[in-house]
């Protein structure tokens, strides 16, 4: 039994520990946000939030994410309620700004990566609030790959992620 | 109204009253039924019976069917919904559902390629028709003729009373019978006959605005259910284990270690070997374990990516295809290059590419005791999916159901069905009687899947001492485009639609002429296209080898490349600016119209061919025209090139395209930017690796795709010409531009030209030291 708290919740887990935890969120958990792109950590999928750092879940074991938070695409409005204190009225139809930004900027095109691409997006703009068009070039690029959009939709990314970030930065002011 | 309405070929009837809702189904009729169809074993849509296509509810709502699936151009959920609510002149948001893709529950069938059928798609006629029926209902209601009634919003006016849609149908079922030709099972699936008025688009109040995608918010918040998401109770995982070559055969199955696997089994039929398991990390790692004591008969039948050129040119057969010659070819080609002060021959080479979506194929498959057989993926073209998984079981078609899920887009890859793991998991649901959802691996993904075809094209032109291109000879060579087969059922054994041949395939091996000439003014042309078998098919003890398919822009691709290289070193030929070049040879204003629009648009400077720069960083401009099912584009690319390493460094691309009517500016925009990428990725990086036995590319690394690193700035000009009456083809095109067009720039920056793809850093390098 593994103990990790997803989106908030602590969840005990029967999979063996060696379990990549992506196949435990989509198959335990059904969380269907993250998606199986390639198994390898080579396109970003597959990501998550672990302790706020965005992580690839097909590579990363049930037993290295045991005892730690865990937030996926699901858990992106709560985690911007928490951080904003928003009453839980509130906090239920309220979706984290980068999300607002993805669809006001109609981002995705099939959106089979955009999953990543919004995580990775929220790691940044904790961080970054008012990231510049080569730190967000930056940030998708590095780490452990780049993450990968098939069909073509890295312009509308980066609109969508200074949208979210003017947007988190008027909230944090207000 | 009578009983049974004639209007304009299409039949309206009462079906009866009800007490509440009320609806006015429009579906459709063969002209002719042959024989007493016997009742499906599933709930499909029987060809002969009338059934639901456009609903119009009591409560104002409308529901849209279509048979063709989105791949992430969104046309089914903006551009399709437009066309409808302008027929019926409704509001946008009246048309609450769309259904698609479902082969039980869609009329039409047909596939995700030319949605927007050359401005026809079957939804405009449909809802042209609907709308007469509509005046029909509303003319006997307000006791006022046809032609005196007003419609705005849903609402018809006339004689001073309205009434809206939901309130002429309620408390009735009325049916609209309208006339249609084709067969739903095959690729192109049925055609709406008949010619409804349609509504003047000097009236357009829907079409021509930026609606939002209706499935953006599900994608972006979790809710959507993908493909990938898909669990049926009892469901099995599978992974496969494939030959390993693309022609070997199966010596012995590996034996499962039942001690670390207890859950697991493995199911072989033929060649075909999977492992399945109750979770799909036990179905992974036993998957492994077997293939890794699974042993394959060896097999070398391929020419090596190192010798595919050479093998293009000098082994393979180009005689048994009939050779296919443009229509435009015109004037005496030998005589005017041998008068031409200035020759140019050269061959141009394009590697094999992957469509690579960013999800590696999967479905699920549930095949019943009873022989009915339910199908859950992601294709575009699930009618002929469902003809070919029929075919395979050798059960009729009506026992078998597809269903479509959202899923990775991949660019073409099943425009004929299958995109690769729906058979398989066919097969193994059929020998288990359970469930089975059988996902690919990258690697599968990578070796296993079609590609798009290689080519070479050889051109031969003349240039006058003036400036003007005499003559211009092209010859294209690609293998067959399109391998439809399912590759499970090749493996296992079991019937499938034959592989390209010279004469019993749907396409064949003949090559076509994609690419439309558009230098009018050219008095001599002579363009021919030749095709062959697909390479290793043939030899391969599988029947595989290097099986192709159509890839976004296909065939065009392979043809606009070479041509617009060409006509860019046929301008430095004559000392001409190479776009002013295009516009001298242009007759037609559209393609004209395009080449300003990126002459103003991109900042591009107006100048005779430049000599390459010698150190550092070098720039460069370079431009591209193609028209292609009813659209006009062209590209202006500028690049740096770096002089000591090769690389090039896309700085920016402009792209103006006219597709006549523009329906939806905002979706169309994020279109052609995502295109524009995918050409930057094809002309620096794409390159299927593949040694004697199959395909050696295997992840992201050994087939690299554009990063946002690789993301230049890029601009988009919509040009709307209502006065075309028609809506062109908007998310094609954009993909095949770049690459001509960056070529060209490397040509100016350079003084050199890349006549092959990828122009990677080596490659450039050597052509910047010879």
């Avoid at chain 1, 198959?27 to 965005?54: H, I, R, W, Y």
């Avoid at chain 2, 398919?549 to 301008?571: C, M």
Wanted: contains cysteine; proline residues 6%; aromatic residues 6%.
């Amino acid at each position: 039994m593994t103990t990790v708290t997803v989106n908030g919740v602590r969840r005990e887990i029967q999979a063996p520990t060696d379990t990549p935890l992506l196949y435990v969120l989509r198959n335990d958990l059904e969380l269907t946000g993250p998606q199986f792109g390639c198994g390898l950590a080579q396109c970003g999928a597959c990501s998550v939030l672990l302790n706020g750092k965005e992580v690839r879940s097909c590579i990363m074991t049930l037993g290295s994410a045991a005892g730690k938070e865990v937030t996926t695409l699901e858990g992106l409005p709560a985690r911007w309620a928490k951080q904003k204190g928003l009453p839980d009225e509130e906090a239920a139809k309220t979706l984290h700004p980068v999300q607002e930004a993805w669809i006001e900027e109609q981002t995705p095109l099939c959106g089979f990566c955009q999953n990543g691409m919004m995580i990775k997006a929220t790691e940044l703009l904790e961080r970054v609030s008012s990231p510049t068009v080569t730190e967000i070039k930056d940030a998708f690029t590095s780490g452990v790959s780049p993450h990968l959009c098939r069909c073509g939709s890295y312009t509308a990314i980066i609109q969508a992620v200074q949208r979210a970030g003017a947007a988190m930065a008027k909230r944090s002011q207000a | 109204m009578s009983d049974r309405t004639k209007v304009l070929g299409a039949a309206l009837s009462r079906r009866g009253f009800v007490k509440t809702g009320g609806v006015l189904l429009a579906g459709f009729a063969l002209p002719k039924v042959e024989g007493q169809q016997k009742p499906g074993l599933v709930d499909a849509l029987n060809p002969g019976r009338p059934e639901s296509w456009i609903e119009i509810h009591a409560d104002n709502t409308i529901l849209i069917r279509t048979g063709r699936s989105d791949f992430g151009q969104g046309t089914i959920f903006t551009a399709y919904r437009q066309i409808v609510a302008e027929e019926l002149s409704a509001r946008f948001e009246a048309i609450a559902t769309v259904v698609s893709g479902d082969t039980d529950r869609t009329p039409d069938g047909g596939g995700t390629f030319d949605l927007l059928s050359h401005g026809m798609p079957n939804v405009r006629k449909a809802g042209a028709y609907v709308y007469q029926a509509l005046l029909s209902l509303a003319s006997d209601r307000l006791g006022v003729p046809k032609d005196q009634l007003t419609v705005e919003d849903g609402v018809v006016s006339g004689g001073g009373r309205s009434v809206s849609y939901g309130d002429l149908v309620k408390n009735q079922t009325l049916n609209l019978t309208i006339p249609v030709k084709g067969d739903i099972s095959s690729m192109f699936g049925l055609t709406v006959e008949g010619d409804p008025p349609l509504k003047p688009v000097s009236q357009y109040t829907v079409v021509g605005k930026s609606f939002p995608n209706s499935v953006t918010v599900s994608k972006v918040t979790a809710k959507e259910t993908w493909v990938t998401d898909v669990r049926l109770p009892g469901m099995l995982h599978a992974r496969m284990v494939h030959p390993r070559t693309l022609g070997s055969k199966l010596i012995s199955v590996g034996a499962l270690d039942k001690n670390r696997f207890p859950n697991s089994q493995v199911v072989v039929k033929g060649n075909l070997v999977g492992v399945v398991a109750p979770t799909e990390w036990e179905a992974i790692k036993a998957a492994q374990q077997v293939a890794s004591a699974t042993t394959w008969s060896d097999w070398k039948g391929l020419p090596g990516d190192q010798r595919l050129f050479q093998f293009l040119k000098e082994d393979a057969d180009w005689k048994k295809a009939p050779v296919a010659t443009a229509r435009t070819n015109r004037g005496d080609v030998p005589s005017a290059i041998a008068a031409s002060s200035k020759k140019l021959s050269a061959t141009y080479q394009l590697p094999f590419l992957k469509h690579a979506p960013i999800g590696p194929t999967m479905a699920v498959a549930d095949v019943r005791s009873d022989g009915a057989v339910y199908v859950y993926t992601h294709t575009q073209n699930p009618q002929a999916l469902r003809s070919g998984i029929a075919l395979m079981l050798a059960t009729p078609v009506d026992h078998v159901v597809v269903r479509t899920f959202a899923g990775a887009g991949h660019y073409g890859r099943s425009n004929g069905g299958n995109a690769g793991a729906e058979d398989e998991a066919v097969i193994l649901s059929q020998a288990l009687g359970k469930p089975v959802r059988v996902q690919w691996t990258r690697q599968d993904d990578l070796q296993w899947s079609t590609q798009s075809s290689a080519a070479i094209s050889e051109v031969e032109l003349g240039v006058d001492a003036k400036g003007a291109l005499t003559a211009y000879k092209i010859n294209h060579f690609m293998p067959a485009m399109q391998d439809d087969r399912l590759v499970g059922a090749i493996l296992a054994g079991l019937p499938t639609i034959p592989a390209p041949n010279e004469i019993g395939s749907l396409f064949g091996i003949a090559n076509s002429m994609h690419d439309p000439w558009v230098y009018e003014a050219t008095p001599a042309v002579l363009e021919s296209s030749f095709g062959t078998m697909q390479i290793g098919q043939s030899s391969s003890p599988l029947n595989v080898g290097l099986r192709d398919h159509s890839l976004r822009t296909p065939g065009q691709y392979q043809q606009n490349f070479p041509r617009e290289v060409a006509i860019t070193e046929a301008a430095v030929l004559a000392g001409v600016d190479p776009l002013q070049f295009r516009i001298q040879h242009a007759r037609e204003k559209r393609v004209i119209g395009v080449l300003e629009s990126v002459r103003q648009n991109s900042g591009w400077e107006t100048r005779t061919h430049r000599p390459g720069a010698g150190e550092g960083v070098s720039r460069g401009q370079g431009v591209s025209v193609m028209f292609r099912s009813g659209t006009y584009w062209a590209c202006v690319a500028q690049i740096a090139v770096n002089m000591t390493s090769g690389a090039i460094k896309v700085e920016k691309i402009t792209v103006a395209v006219d597709p006549g009517i523009v329906i939806n500016p905002a979706q169309l925009k994020r279109q052609v930017e995502g295109g524009a990428v995918m050409g930057v990725s094809i002309a620096l990086l794409e390159e299927l690796r593949f040694d004697e036995s199959g395909v050696t590319s295997a992840d992201w690394r050994s087939y690299p795709i554009a990063t946002m690193a690789d993301l230049p700035e890029i601009k988009v000009v919509l040009i709307n010409r209502p006065e075309v009456g028609s809506y062109g083809q908007g998310s094609e095109a954009a993909n095949a531009l770049a690459a001509p067009a960056i070529a060209g720039a490397l040509l100016d920056a350079t003084g050199k030209v890349a006549r092959r793809l990828p122009m990677k850093p080596d490659y450039v390098q050597s052509l910047l030291r010879a």
